[in-house]
C-alpha cells in the first residue's frame, strides 16, 4: 500500500523501517524511526511533527515543469504563474521555503483573509510572480494590496461581489494607484467529494454573468477599465476525478474568452485550487484519491485553454493555478507513540464452574464449535451474554459468574473468527464478516486528534497511518487509533484500502520495552495549521530536516520548535500562570498553617507545581522521564 500512496517519496526498507526520499531518485533516502531517535536525543519528545523541507522544493519543481512542459508540447502563447495558496498551511518556514524553491519559476502566493494579506506582502519578494487575494475584503485589506501595488508588485484583488470593484476603484482613486483587479466567475461546473459545495451556482463565493458585466461597467464608469485583469473560478478542494477540471476549465475559458472579445484586456486566467492527492493510492474517483497525475492536469488545463481560445480568435491567458494541498500535504509526518491497548480478547481467566446454566451452555458452544455451526455458535453466545447482562442489572447474577460468562464470550468469539479465517469469504454470513471489528483492540496514542487531524474528526477525512517500523514483522491483531483526550471522538474512526474504506488498521502488539511509533502521512495540508487547544493540549514538538549529502546520515536536522508548554495553554485561555502560582501558593501556606503540611514539603509541592507548568502538554512516557526539564526558579513568560 505505501508504494501506491506515497507518491515516489515513501517506502519501506530491508529492515522494516518506512522510508522517505524527499526528491525521489534524485536524493538520499532516510529512515523516519532514526529521524525520531535523532529528534529523542535533542530531547524532543512525541508526538513528534517531521518536515521534509526538501519534498517542498520538489513538489513545487513538479508542479511548475509539469506546466512548462505541456506550454512547449502544445505551443501554448502564454505563461504560467502559479501562487500557493497560504491557508492550507501558514507557517512561515512552510511559506518561505515555497517561495525560495519557486523563484525561478515567478511562484507566487495567494492570500484570503486580511491576516494572510498582512503576512503575505512582507515576505513575498519577486515583483514578478503574482499574489492573488480572494475572499470577502474590507477597505483596511484592499489598501494593503493597494500598498503592494504602490511597491510594484503583481498584487491582483479578486472581486466576491459587486461592493468590492467599487470599493476597490474608490480606494485606489484616493491611494493614487492602479490596481489589478480580478472577477471570480460563479460557474455552472462543479467540483465532486466532500468541497464539491464551494464551486457551482449556489457556490459561497463568485459573481453571475450579469454581475461579470455590470463589474466591467463600474470599473469603466470610475476610468479603470484597464485594471480589470484576470478572470477566477474554483470549484472546489480535492478534485478527484480530471473530467470535471476540464469540464470547468472550458467553461470558465468561454468566459475568459468572451470578455477579450469585448474589449476587455484580461490577462490572466486563474483555474483556482481543486488539485488532488492520493490518500488512499487507488487511483480513482473516490474521494480520498485522484484519477490523473500531475503532469495530466496540468496537460489537460493547456489543451483546453488553447483550444477555446483558437476556437474563439482570443489571445492565449497567461495561467494561474492555486494548489495547495499538493504541494505541502507530502511533506509533513505526524509521528505518535502507542503506549498501551485495549484487548477485547484477553482476559483474566477464572476457575471453570459448570454450576450456572449460562456458563453451562456456554462451556457447550465451546466444545461443539466448527466450521459447519459458526453462525449459529455466535448468536449461541450473544444470547448467553444478553441474558446473563439482565440478571445481573435486576441482582440475579453474582460478578465473578458474570466475569466468566464474558470471558468465555469473547474466547469464543475469538475462535469464531480464526475458523472463519481460513474459510471462503462468501460462505461466510454478514455477522461472521463483521466479527472483526467488533473484537478488534484499540492503541492507545499519545496525541490528539483534535489538534493533529481536524479534518478526521470534522469531516471523516482519510489519511495513510502506519508503523514506522517493524514491517518486516506481520502484524497480531487489527486495532483502532484512540488519543489521550477525555472525548470520546478523540479516535481514528477509518483507515484507508485498497479500494475501500476499513474500520480497522493491522498493527503489532505493544512491547513495553521497545516503544511503537505510528506515523501518520499526508497531514501537511490544512492539519498542520487548524488544530485547536482541546484538552489543552495545544502543538506538538517539530523539527525540520534536510538532506546533506556530507553528513554520515544523509540528513540534518536544520531547526527544532518545542510544542507548547503548560502554561503556554493555560496564558491561551486566560489562565496567567503567575496568578495560579500565587493561588497555589496561597492555598499550601493556609495548609500548612492548618498543619496539613510541614513547611518543608510545601515549598516542595510548590516548585513542582511551577516545574509542571513548564512541562510539555502531552504525556511522558517512562522511556523519556529522564529529559531536562527547565529549573522553575525563574518563570519565563508564557508565550501566545
Known amino acids: ?298 496537460r489537460d488545463i493547456v489543451y483546453n485553454v488553447a483550444d477555446v481560445c483558437d476556437d474563439e480568435k482570443v489571445p492565449h491567458p497567461n495561467l494561474v493555478s492555486e494548489s495547495g494541498r499538493a504541494i505541502v500535504a507530502h511533506h509533513s509526518v505526524l509521528v505518535v507513540e502507542a503506549f498501551g491497548s485495549i484487548e477485547k480478547t484477553v482476559a483474566p481467566e477464572f476457575p471453570s464452574s459448570d454450576d450456572h446454566k449460562l456458563v453451562r451452555s456456554l462451556f457447550e458452544v465451546e466444545e461443539t464449535l466448527s466450521s459447519q455451526n459458526l453462525l449459529e455458535a455466535w448468536h449461541d453466545a450473544i444470547q448467553a451474554k444478553e441474558e446473563a447482562q439482565k440478571m445481573f442489572e435486576v ?61 478526521h474528526w470534522a469531516l471523516g477525512a482519510l489519511f495513510p497511518i502506519t508503523p514506522i517500523h517493524r514491517l518486516d514483522e506481520k502484524p497480531t491483531s487489527e486495532s483502532t487509533i484512540v488519543d489521550i483526550t477525555c472525548d470520546s471522538d478523540g479516535k481514528v474512526s477509518k483507515y484507508i484500502d485498497r479500494n475501500d474504506v476499513r474500520d480497522t488498521l493491522p498493527l503489532h502488539a505493544i512491547d513495553p520495552n521497545d516503544p511503537y511509533y505510528l506515523g501518520i502521512f499526508l497531514t501537511g495540508a490544512y492539519q498542520d495549521i487548524m488544530g485547536d487547544i482541546h484538552n489543552l493540549l495545544g502543538r506538538v514538538n517539530e523539527v525540520h530536516v534536510f538532506l546533506d549529502d556530507d553528513e554520515e546520515c544523509g540528513y540534518y536536522i536544520e531547526e527544532i520548535i518545542e510544542g507548547n508548554a503548560i502554561r503556554d495553554v493555560l496564558a491561551m485561555t486566560q489562565y496567567e500562570p503567575k496568578d495560579l502560582v500565587a493561588r497555589m501558593k496561597a492555598q499550601i501556606d493556609a495548609a500548612i498553617k492548618q498543619d496539613k503540611l510541614k513547611p518543608t514539603e510545601g515549598m516542595r509541592l510548590l516548585q513542582d507545581y511551577e516545574r509542571g507548568l513548564l512541562d510539555h502538554t502531552y504525556l511522558t512516557m517512562p522511556h523519556t522521564r529522564n529529559v531536562a526539564t527547565p529549573s522553575p526558579s525563574v518563570l519565563p513568560p508564557p508565550v501566545g
Not at 401 to 424: C, G, H, N, S
Open 1 to 298: 500500500m505505501i508504494n501506491r500512496w506515497g507518491g515516489g517519496y515513501f517506502d519501506v526498507d530491508e529492515r522494516g523501517l518506512v522510508t522517505v526520499a524527499p526528491l525521489q531518485e534524485r536524493g538520499k533516502r532516510v529512515a523516519i524511526h532514526d529521524v525520531v531517535k535523532a529528534a529523542q536525543a535533542e530531547g524532543l519528545k512525541t508526538p513528534l511533527l517531521i518536515r521534509f523541507q526538501d519534498l517542498l522544493h520538489h513538489r513545487v519543481r513538479t508542479l511548475n515543469e509539469a506546466f512548462l512542459a505541456a506550454i512547449n508540447e502544445f505551443r501554448y502563447r502564454g505563461l504560467y504563474r502559479g501562487v500557493f495558496p497560504i491557508k492550507v498551511n501558514q507557517l512561515h518556514e512552510v511559506v518561505t521555503e515555497i517561495l525560495d524553491a519557486g523563484q525561478r519559476y515567478h511562484y507566487g502566493i495567494e492570500v484570503g483573509s486580511k491576516p494572510e494579506m498582512f503576512a503575505g506582502i512582507p515576505v513575498h519578494t519577486d515583483n514578478e510572480s503574482l499574489i492573488v487575494c480572494n475572499g470577502y475584503k474590507d477597505d483596511a485589506f484592499i489598501r494593503m494590496a493597494l500598498v503592494g501595488r504602490k511597491l510594484g508588485k503583481k498584487v491582483i484583488l479578486i472581486a466576491e461581489k459587486l461592493s468590492e470593484v467599487a470599493a476597490i476603484c474608490r480606494l485606489a482613486k484616493e491611494m493614487n494607484v492602479e490596481p489589478w483587479i480580478g472577477l471570480r466567475v460563479r460557474l455552472v461546473s462543479k467540483g465532486a467529494g466532500r468541497w464539491a459545495s464551494s464551486g457551482g451556482e449556489h457556490a459561497k463565493f463568485g459573481l453571475t454573468t450579469a454581475e461579470i458585466l455590470a463589474a466591467t461597467e463600474i470599473m469603466k464608469t470610475a476610468g479603470m477599465s484597464q485594471a480589470f485583469k484576470l478572470v477566477h473560478f474554483h470549484i472546489g478542494s480535492q478534485v478527484p476525478d480530471i473530467l470535471i477540471i476540464k469540464r470547468a476549465v472550458r467553461e470558465a475559458a468561454r468566459y475568459y474568452a468572451k470578455l477579450r472579445k469585448m474589449g476587455h484586456p484580461v490577462e490572466y486566467l486563474d483555474v483556482g485550487g481543486g488539485l488532488a492527492i492520493d490518500y488512499d493510492g487507488s487511483r480513482s474517483t473516490f474521494h480520498a484519491s485522484m484519477n490523473y497525475s500531475v503532469e495530466e492536469y496540468a
Open 395 to 455: 441482582g440475579l447474577l453474582n460478578l465473578d459468574v458474570k466475569a466468566q460468562i464474558e470471558t468465555m464470550f469473547w474466547r469464543i468469539a475469538d475462535r469464531i473468527q480464526k475458523i472463519a479465517k481460513t474459510m471462503p469469504e462468501e460462505d461466510l454470513a454478514d455477522d461472521i464478516k463483521e466479527l472483526p471489528h467488533q473484537l478488534s483492540d484499540q492503541h492507545i496514542c499519545n496525541f490528539s486528534v483534535f489538534q493533529s487531524l481536524v479534518d
